[in-house]
C-alpha cells in the first residue's frame, strides 16, 4: 500500500489542522493506520493510530488535543489536530501495518507516506 499525507500548512497557535492520508495500491481494511510526527533533531514520535478493528488509541499526552479517524471506503485516514501549539511543530507522517495492532514504535510500521510539515506560529 502507497500512502501519501497533506493537509499540513503554517497556522497560529490555538488553530485546528485537518491532516490527511490517501492510500492507493490495495485497500486499508485490513491495515492498522497510525500517525506520527518528526521534529528536527528528534525521533519520530507516535501519535495515533486507528486498528482494522476501528478501535483508536493515542499517545497519552496529546488524547485530548488529537483525533483520528478513518474511511475504508474513501481508503483514507485523518488526524484533527486542536489548539496547536508551537511545539506541534513537525513533519507528520501516516503510516500502515499489517501486524498487531496496539503497537506504537515506528520500526512495528512497514509503510510510510512521505510527510506533510506543519508549522504552528506563536
Known amino acids: 500500500v502507497q500512502l501519501q499525507a497533506s493537509g499540513g500548512g503554517l497556522v497560529q497557535a490555538g488553530g485546528s489542522l485537518r491532516l490527511s492520508c490517501a492510500a492507493s495500491?490495495?485497500?486499508?481494511?485490513?491495515?492498522?493506520m497510525g500517525w506520527f510526527r518528526q521534529a528536527p533533531g528528534k525521533e519520530r514520535e507516535f501519535l495515533a493510530a486507528a486498528c482494522n478493528s476501528g478501535n483508536t488509541y493515542y499517545t497519552e499526552s496529546e488524547m485530548a488535543r488529537f483525533t483520528i479517524s478513518r474511511d475504508n471506503r474513501k481508503n483514507t485516514m485523518h488526524l484533527q489536530i486542536d489548539n496547536l501549539k508551537p511545539e506541534d511543530t513537525a513533519v507528520y507522517y501516516c503510516a500502515a501495518s499489517s501486524g498487531r495492532c496496539y503497537v506504537t514504535t515506528p520500526s512495528r510500521f512497514p509503510q510510510w507516506g512521505q510527510g506533510t510539515q506543519v508549522t504552528v506560529s506563536s
Open positions: 495500491g490495495r485497500a486499508v481494511s485490513s491495515y492498522h
